[in-house]
């Protein structure tokens, strides 16, 4: 759900803010990645994933309503066809911002704003999450044994992670 | 349409005018290769050749956008 939108509208009112909006969406899913001010890019991604979302659906009506916003129907069917198998199975956040400097005239701040496309690699689950899910699933089968052997792992894990990045912090510090 | 009544004071002129202030921006700084570079957080750098010229604009080891 996108919170409401503090301060006034980008260009001149509602309309010109909307035509903007959809603007800008249709180029970030013809070009996948987009040069645009800070501003718009912030106001620009809850509509572009509400669009995506929508795309991932990917019924009749889904596909009307997205046209409601972008009017152009080949830029609809690559948005149905090509980008919403690759998002598949991510959980939202499908766009990426990154800034990129100021603007020469007026100073504003550029952003390089682009679709996440690479492939979902989940984050291993925290220590206390992973041992929450082993406690539950322990009792149906072995309660003792189980548990002992996936807290250990669970334990394990996390902490072989943190002291790798650790160790390679004071390296690059030392070059 | 609103007039001043008064000439402003040369006091009171030098006061607002002495208000204006330049503040530090926060910089990280980073050592590589022996150079020391000071940069804006959280923003992409250009990555120059060995002859300084611009290639593209790189965060957190990705290239991002062209220069």
Redesign the interface.
Request: charged share 20%.
């Given at each position: 759900m996108a919170a409401p939108t503090k301060g006034p509208r980008l260009g001149g009112g509602p309309a010109h803010e909307r035509l903007m909006l959809a603007n800008l969406a249709a180029a970030l899913f013809t070009h996948k990645s987009i040069k645009t001010t800070e501003t718009r890019a912030k106001r620009l991604r809850p509509v572009a994933e509400r669009l995506i979302t929508f795309a991932k659906r990917g019924d009749l009506h889904a596909r009307r309503r997205v046209l409601a916003t972008i009017g152009d129907k080949t830029v609809v069917h690559e948005l149905f066809t090509e980008i919403a198998p690759l998002v598949e199975l991510r959980e939202g956040g499908y766009t990426r911002i990154t800034k990129l400097g100021f603007r020469k005239g007026d100073n504003a701040s550029m952003v390089q704003m682009e679709l996440v496309l690479e492939p979902v690699n989940p984050k291993p689950k925290s220590a206390k999450k992973a041992a929450a899910a082993a406690a539950t699933d322990a009792p149906e089968e072995t309660p003792v044994e189980e548990t002992v052997v996936a807290e250990d792992e669970t334990v394990d894990a996390p902490v072989e992670e943190t002291e790798a990045p650790a160790e390679d912090a004071p390296a690059e510090d030392a070059k | 349409m609103a007039v001043p009544k008064r000439k402003m004071s040369r006091a009171s002129t030098r006061m607002r005018r002495a208000q204006w202030k330049a503040t530090a921006p926060t910089l990280v700084k980073t050592?590589?290769?022996g150079k020391t570079t000071y940069s804006l957080p959280?923003?992409?750098k250009v990555v120059e050749d060995s002859t300084g010229t611009p290639l593209y604009?790189e965060?957190k080891g990705r290239k991002?956008?062209d220069v």
């Open positions: - | 050592v590589e290769n959280h923003r992409a604009m965060y991002v956008a």
